[in-house]
Nanobody, 129 residues
């Protein structure tokens, strides 16, 4: 069982930066690929970024590539999403998710909502124009 708690959301002006964090409980954090998703009312939850269990591989949605950076600290059992050059269309609730990947390829990064086993409660990010 893994519990995920996001933090660091808030209000920022367009062009600004924000870092959201996701703290995970449990002793097997390094067995999990981690992902960040976002959702706005009336739309499906969408993949933003993912990182393999070792941290050696990352994957990004085209809409955030070059602006967002995902990273993880396995010693602190925390995954981060650094968001730069924020745009109003980045406004959403951001969710952290974990996928047990111990039996998968080392660089495995799922991109589908249905692939993930555990979810956080979400943190609101609002970008004003």
């Amino acid at each position: 069982q893994v519990q995920l708690v996001e933090s660091g959301g808030g209000l920022v002006q367009a062009g600004g930066s924000l870092r959201v964090s996701c703290a995970a409980s449990g002793r097997t954090f390094s067995s999990y690929a981690m992902g960040w998703f976002r959702q706005v009312p009336g739309k499906e939850r969408e993949f933003v970024a993912g990182i393999s269990r070792s941290g050696g591989s990352t994957s990004y949605a085209d809409s955030v590539k070059g602006r967002f950076t995902i990273s993880r600290d396995n010693a602190k059992t925390t995954v981060y999403l650094q968001m730069n050059s924020l745009k109003p269309e980045d406004t959403a609730v951001y969710y952290c998710a974990a996928k047990n990947s111990i039996r998968a390829a080392y660089a495995f990064i799922p991109r589908s909502v249905n692939n993930y086993d555990y979810w956080g409660q979400g943190t609101q990010v609002t970008v004003s124009s």
